[in-house]
């Protein structure tokens, strides 16, 4: 049996590392096509060994998706906030720099997180109920006054509504594979990159630079993404992205270093504590719980223990694999024309939004960037396109 944990713990490792890195290949995806075969699976294995590739799978994912964002400009929910100051730092050499930032913020988080068990496990059952009443005021009180601070606070209102009624039409199309992907690639990375091909901007040479993230700003950072990574694990319909909303404001201003590691740890932090969440509420608020539970069916003390520790490897080789392919996304990056490269993400994003929902996901990912380009123009920040998961949730807890 131990032979047999450890094999799919590395094959849950190599499996996350072709989520992270493709756009588009979701660990949802991966884990849904597992309970599919689980029948012919289990007549080999074990379901305790299948869960423990899962974990792996899904802790791996949440270190190596910030490539791609960071690189590529193709986000997931979990990373859609980072792409932009990513983009800047890699504008200004510093896209390596940039991942380890998010390295830092979910190795931290995790560990963190994992620090924190015991307490999450005593007040998760006891706060749930209490949360569940204000969090859709809060974020209320929370984007107004994000919107309201602003100079261009009507610009920012109209694109914070815009994208928050893309959000909710798009939530109520029944069917569609990748409805994350056509509306966030759409709005923040399609967006950017079609800015950039405009500029025509061109990626420096990368270079070595010291990292420049203060230790205040560190703990700051990680502290909130572990405390907000809390909040999303056993809230339905409250995801990362809502969560980096209200963390960022409780931290403040903490330049882009910590703003990356901040968003870098919050999904790793929320996949970890949703170890918890299953344990305590016997809930998942994610595919990969879901498909642990229908394998298990309860996730008991020992099934626990064992996630945390499965949690706590896959998460320190996932950040060293972050860091390796980081060297060398950064040293091939520059070798290419990047009005062509820019281009070929562009057409390759196209198809795959195409591949996933037809003509559907096609105008869902036009209309999300036209939005996104109308935020550009208006000259406010992305972030206020956070609207299209934000207002969903908010009438969900309201409604």
């Known amino acids: 049996m131990l032979l047999e ?28 096509l597992l309970i599919s075969f689980s029948a012919v699976l289990l007549t080999y294995t074990s379901p305790i060994v299948l869960a423990v590739f ?27 906030l980072n792409v932009l100051p990513g983009h800047r730092l890699l504008l200004k050499g510093l896209g390596h ?20 068990f015991p307490l999450f496990i005593f007040t998760m059952d006891k706060i749930s109920p209490l949360v569940n009443q204000i969090i859709g005021y809060l974020l209320i009180a929370i984007m107004m006054y994000m919107i309201l601070k602003e100079k261009k606070w009507l610009q920012c209102l109209v ?24 509306l966030l690639s759409g709005l923040f990375g399609f967006s ?23 230790k205040k700003n560190l703990v700051k950072s990680v502290s909130a993404a572990s405390g907000m990574g809390f909040i999303a694990a056993f809230l339905p319909g409250f995801g990362s992205g809502q969560a980096a909303i209200i963390a960022t404001n409780a931290v403040g201003d903490v330049g882009d270093e910590g703003f990356l590691t901040l968003v870098g740890g919050l999904n790793t932090a929320s996949m970890a504590i949703s170890i918890a969440a299953a344990y305590v509420l016997q ?14 069916g309860v996730v008991g003390f020992k099934e626990m223990i064992l996630f945390m520790g499965v949690a706590l490897v896959a998460g320190g080789v996932a950040a060293l694999l972050t860091i390796y392919l980081s060297k060398v996304f950064a040293k091939y ?33 036009l209309t999300a960037t036209a939005i996104g380009l109308v935020t550009s123009a208006f000259g406010v920040g992305k972030n206020h396109l956070m609207g299209c998961l934000i207002l969903p949730v908010i009438l969900y807890f309201i409604l």
């Open 54 to 80: 899962i974990i792996s799978l899904a802790i791996t994912h949440t270190f190596l998706d910030a490539i791609p964002s960071i690189y590529l400009g193709a986000p997931t929910e979990a990373q859609a």
């Open 192 to 214: 950017i990159l079609v800015e950039s091909l405009r500029q025509k901007s061109v990626i420096p040479k990368q270079k070595s630079a010291p990292l420049s993230l203060s």
């Open 159 to 182: 694109v914070f509504l815009l994208s928050g009624a893309l959000g909710l039409l798009v939530f109520s199309i029944p069917n569609l594979e990748q409805p994350l992907f056509h």
């Open 97 to 116: 720099n940039a991942i380890m930032y998010t390295v830092i913020g979910a190795l931290g988080s995790l560990l963190l997180s994992l620090l924190l």
């Open 5 to 32: 944990l450890f094999l799919a713990l590395f094959l849950g490792i190599l499996c996350g590392i072709v989520t992270g890195l493709v756009p588009g290949i979701h660990v949802n995806l991966v884990s849904v």
């Open 283 to 296: 809930k998942a608020r994610n595919g990969a719980i879901v498909a642990v539970n229908e394998l298990l």
């Open 333 to 365: 990056i520059v070798k290419v024309n990047y009005s062509r490269l820019i281009m070929g993400i562009l057409i390759f994003i196209t198809l795959l939004a195409f591949y996933f929902d037809g003509f559907i996901g096609l105008t869902i990912l």
